[in-house]
């Protein structure tokens, strides 16, 4: 597989496989967020909520699929090695892009998460097309408790089977740990954010689109990793 993904690519000349196929496919994916925004933009809920499932499921198998073929992330494998220009633009240009693109690359998947689970509470069904409901939206405190002891329960669970199944090293755990806590993090979080906008259609409103103007800076963001790696500065 991995000598598959390094074959020469078809974009750019200095491309690889790998590297135009991840390339082709977020930008196939961030673009179909960006159509559902317009869906959204001109009412049509249904179809805003039907492709934003189809692209997140999309986007989730290609990520799982992405990371395990290629075993390390973007910074290990096209990082210094790959990148053939000088020392100063990596510094100063390079680095802080790829930097960012991953920062937002981790954001919009939590976002995007937070943001589908949101889409249903503070939306229903009229005469077949979904609409948001205007109102207060709150976690009562009791769902939250269940929430959050349903998250501890699931950790337990999965530590039970990475100890006693899979042999897990320590990275492994700690990694496991960082997702279960970044779940219960967004969880407790909402109870600010319910404060701060407590209207549910306007929260989804205000934090759907902060969420798609992500969607469009790691769509920049790629793409000028994408030029500098394999068009402008290619290894030599
Ligand atoms: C990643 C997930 C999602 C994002 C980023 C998102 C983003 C947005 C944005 C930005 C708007 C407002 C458009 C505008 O006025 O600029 C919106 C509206 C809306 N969203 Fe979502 N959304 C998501 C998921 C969902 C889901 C899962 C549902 C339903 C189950 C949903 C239902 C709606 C509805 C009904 C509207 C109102 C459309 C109208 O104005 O009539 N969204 N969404």
């Known amino acids: 597989m991995k000598e598959t993904l390094e074959q020469p690519g078809f974009l750019a000349t200095a491309g690889t496989l790998g590297a135009d196929v991840s390339y082709l496919l977020a930008l196939v994916f961030t673009l179909l967020f960006l159509v559902a925004w317009g869906f959204a933009k001109k009412a049509q809920g249904t179809k805003h ?4 499932l189809v692209s997140m499921v999309s986007m989730v198998v290609y990520f799982c699929a992405y990371y395990y073929a290629r075993q390390l992330g973007v910074l290990a494998f096209e990082g210094k090695e790959g990148f053939g ?15 960012t693109h991953l920062v937002l690359v981790t954001l919009g998947l939590i976002m995007a998460f937070y943001m589908l689970i949101e889409g249903f509470r503070a939306s229903e069904k009229v005469n077949g097309e979904y609409v948001l409901k205007a109102g207060e939206l709150k976690v009562s405190a009791k769902t939250f408790k269940i929430v959050m002891f349903a998250i501890l329960g699931l950790w337990g669970v999965n530590q039970l089977f990475l100890t006693l199944v899979r042999h897990a090293s320590m990275g492994a755990n700690i990694a496991w740990g960082l997702i279960f806590g970044t779940i ?3 969880v407790s979080i909402e109870k600010g954010i319910e404060k701060l906008l407590p209207d549910g259609a306007r929260r989804h409103r205000i934090l759907g689109r902060g969420t798609m103007i992500i969607y469009g800076l790691i769509l920049i963001t790629s793409t000028m990793t ?4 394999y068009v402008i500065y290619p290894a030599k």
Do not use: S
């Open 226 to 229: 994408y030029l500098m790696l």
């Open 184 to 186: 219960a993090l967004v």
């Open 49 to 52: 909520h039907k492709l934003i």
């Open 85 to 99: 220009g000088p020392q100063e633009v990596y510094d100063n240009v390079f680095l802080p892009t790829l930097t």
